[in-house]
């Protein structure tokens, strides 16, 4: 799957092939056509959310 990604808060924003997720026991993988990325995902990527974990994939 294409994402946008990045390894290191503040750094570079890449467009990556990442493997494809596979659902676990009782659960699904929803196809995403279309996500968008706004300041919320701004603030996790200058560091500023301590819910971020790294390499991180935002969107929402």
Do not use: N
């Amino acid at each position: 799957m294409k994402a946008v990604f990045y390894e290191k808060f503040q750094g570079a924003v890449e467009v990556r092939d990442l493997p494809k997720p596979e659902a676990s026991d009782g659960s699904v993988v929803v196809k995403v056509e279309a996500t968008g990325l706004c300041r919320s995902d701004w603030h996790g990527w200058m560091g500023h959310d301590a819910d971020i974990q790294l390499p991180h994939v935002p969107g929402h």
